[in-house]
């Protein structure tokens, strides 16, 4: 079963996709995961498609959904800040609460990328969420851009663009507008992973509202909710010592996994072994429903 749906963020409408297992017809409400995309993207993005298909079969309803400014949901196309994306989630989770069909007790997030740092950011302040699982994700905005732009030259583009957004908003009142990969860089090879519609130029105020975030500064406030860091060792967009340090910063039960053979976009490769250990740790910490 498949619905689409609009729903209210503040004045804003997000538009979204609820999906039912086959064996929803069951007389209790299903637990649910809100499955949240990477930066600039959708909710038809390979990341989000492909584990809303696998969670599907696991017996959960999922919920994916366009961010504002993303997609087709409102807001000025591309005009993206951190603490927005955490209002629209918390939405999300209060309309999944309002569904018969969902047990408003098991709502959990998953994200990837700037979806994961929106994750755990929104497990922390928001004690209605289950759980949560970051995929690539990042906890400290300006570590994570220096090990994006690791050069003098790169770091100096970088700090530049940002001091040019701010003297440009003062003077004419209106957004710098800078392209995606002057804001984080993606290897040619893996830009395909990028979904049709993505963003492609976003205001400069959007890597200052990145640079700005932390959500490695209220991990700790998710226990004892569980939480699990996914991130590849070698990842060649979002450094991986991001996931590693908010491990440390997190309470309990927090597990990580660093995997070799994936690059960023995780779930996108259809990766396996990553998908075993998210069924493992689902079944240990938010089970879902008996089959049949």
């Known amino acids: 079963m498949e619905d689409k749906i609009t729903f209210r963020s503040g004045s804003l409408n997000l538009s979204g996709v609820l999906h039912l297992p086959?064996?929803?017809?069951?007389?209790?409400?299903?637990?649910?995961?809100?499955?949240?995309?990477?930066?600039?993207?959708?909710?038809?993005?390979?990341?989000?498609?492909g584990p809303t298909g696998t969670f599907l079969k696991w017996g959960y309803a999922v919920f994916r959904f366009d961010m504002?400014?993303?997609?087709?949901?409102?807001?000025?196309?591309?005009?993206?800040?951190?603490?927005?994306?955490?209002?629209?989630?918390?939405?999300?989770?209060?309309?999944?609460?309002?569904?018969?069909?969902?047990?408003?007790?098991?709502?959990?997030?998953?994200?990837?990328?700037?979806?994961?740092?929106?994750?755990v950011y929104t497990a922390a302040v928001d004690k209605r969420v289950a759980a949560a699982v970051s995929s690539g994700?990042?906890?400290?905005?300006?570590?994570?851009?220096?090990?994006?732009?690791?050069?003098?030259?790169?770091?100096?583009?970088f700090t530049n663009m940002?001091?040019?957004?701010?003297?440009?908003?003062?003077?004419?009142g209106e957004s710098l507008m800078v392209d995606r990969h002057a804001i984080v860089p993606i290897p040619e090879h893996l830009r395909g992973n990028l979904a049709p519609g993505s963003v492609a130029q976003f205001?400069?105020?959007?890597?200052?509202?990145?640079?700005?975030?932390?959500?490695?500064?209220?991990?700790?406030?998710?226990?004892p909710r569980p939480l699990l860091l996914l991130h590849s060792s070698a990842d060649s967009v979002t450094p991986t010592e991001q996931s590693v340090e908010m491990?440390?910063?997190?309470?309990?039960?927090?597990d990580l996994y660093l995997t070799s053979d994936t690059d960023h976009f995780m779930?996108?490769?259809?990766?396996?072994?990553?998908?075993?250990?998210?069924r493992d740790w689902l079944d240990k910490y938010f089970p879902p429903p008996e089959q049949g």
């Open 247 to 254: 491990f440390k910063r997190a309470g309990q039960p927090t």
């Open 22 to 49: 086959d064996s929803a017809e069951a007389p209790e409400p299903r637990p649910a995961i809100i499955i949240l995309h990477g930066f600039g993207s959708n909710k038809n993005a390979g990341n989000v498609l």
């Open 203 to 223: 205001p400069a105020e959007t890597a200052q509202s990145m640079f700005d975030f932390n959500a490695e500064d209220v991990v700790s406030d998710i226990a």
């Open 137 to 157: 994700g990042w906890g400290h905005g300006e570590r994570k851009f220096r090990g994006q732009h690791p050069t003098p030259e790169a770091w100096a583009a």
């Open 267 to 278: 779930f996108a490769e259809t990766n396996t072994r990553v998908m075993h250990i998210l």
């Open 162 to 172: 940002l001091e040019d957004g701010r003297r440009h908003r003062e003077e004419t």
């Open 68 to 119: 504002r400014s993303c997609g087709e949901s409102d807001g000025e196309f591309g005009h993206i800040l951190c603490e927005d994306q955490v209002e629209d989630t918390r939405a999300a989770v209060s309309f999944l609460e309002s569904r018969p069909e969902i047990d408003g007790s098991r709502i959990a997030l998953v994200g990837s990328s700037f979806g994961a740092a929106v994750a």
